[in-house]
């Protein structure tokens, strides 16, 4: 039989949202343990394991965490890790709210670097300019003097009656 010490449920919020997760994360020894299956999966690039070591790599950077459970490196769900370093080496913010029972992490936007195309949503719009077009002059109208010109087209004849 197992026996586990007295733990406190917390919840993960990142960037705002609260992390769903199907297994809380817990305190336990003054640290936060979660579940890596819903925490790393979201916030990391690359998730593997090498022997009893499980990296996680975002970006360029790179963290091993040993695995000290017997849950095999494929079964994310029952590995849980030390969030709080792991998360600040990947280059996080994170921060306990003991009153809430939260842990609050924040991760830096990425800068997109792309070259132009034709049409990119990233890209913010311009906003159109006046452009100016001068007004048209008017055409004077053909003024005709002189005798009528005779007419060039045939008359149609009117349908005989009977």
Same mark, same amino acid.
Request: hydrophobic share 45%.
């Given at each position: 039989?197992? @026996?586990?010490?007295?733990?406190?449920?917390?919840?993960?919020?990142?960037?705002?949202?609260?992390?769903?997760?199907? @297994? #809380?994360?817990? @305190?336990?020894?003054?640290?936060?343990?979660?579940?890596?299956?819903?925490? =790393?999966?979201? !916030?990391?690039?690359?998730?593997?394991?090498?022997?009893?070591?499980?990296?996680?790599?975002?970006?360029?950077?790179?963290?091993? @965490?040993?695995?000290?459970?017997?849950?095999?490196?494929?079964?994310?769900?029952?590995?849980?890790?030390?969030?709080?370093?792991?998360?600040?080496? !990947?280059?996080?913010?994170?921060?306990?709210?003991?009153?809430? #029972?939260? =842990?609050?992490?924040?991760?830096?936007?990425?800068?997109?670097?792309?070259?132009?195309?034709?049409?990119?949503?990233?890209?913010?719009?311009?906003?159109?300019?006046?452009?100016?077009?001068?007004?048209?002059?008017?055409?004077?109208?053909?003024?005709?003097?002189?005798?009528?010109?005779? #007419?060039?087209?045939? =008359?149609?004849?009117?349908? #005989?009656?009977?």
């Amino acid at each position: 039989m197992l @026996v586990f010490p007295p733990v406190t449920p917390v919840s993960i919020v990142v960037d705002g949202r609260p992390l769903a997760a199907y @297994v #809380r994360a817990y @305190v336990a020894g003054g640290r936060v343990y979660a579940p890596a299956q819903p925490l =790393l999966t979201r !916030l990391a690039d690359r998730v593997w394991s090498e022997g009893e070591d499980l990296v996680i790599e975002r970006g360029k950077k790179r963290v091993r @965490v040993k695995i000290w459970t017997a849950a095999s490196p494929s079964q994310l769900n029952e590995i849980y890790i030390m969030v709080g370093p792991a998360l600040r080496a !990947l280059g996080a913010s994170v921060r306990y709210d003991a009153a809430g #029972r939260r =842990l609050i992490v924040h991760i830096p936007a990425r800068t997109i670097v792309a070259s132009p195309s034709p049409f990119n949503a990233a890209v913010p719009l311009v906003a159109p300019s006046a452009v100016f077009t001068p007004a048209q002059a008017a055409t004077p109208r053909p003024i005709w003097t002189g005798s009528p010109l005779p #007419r060039r087209t045939p =008359l149609p004849v009117p349908p #005989r009656r009977r």
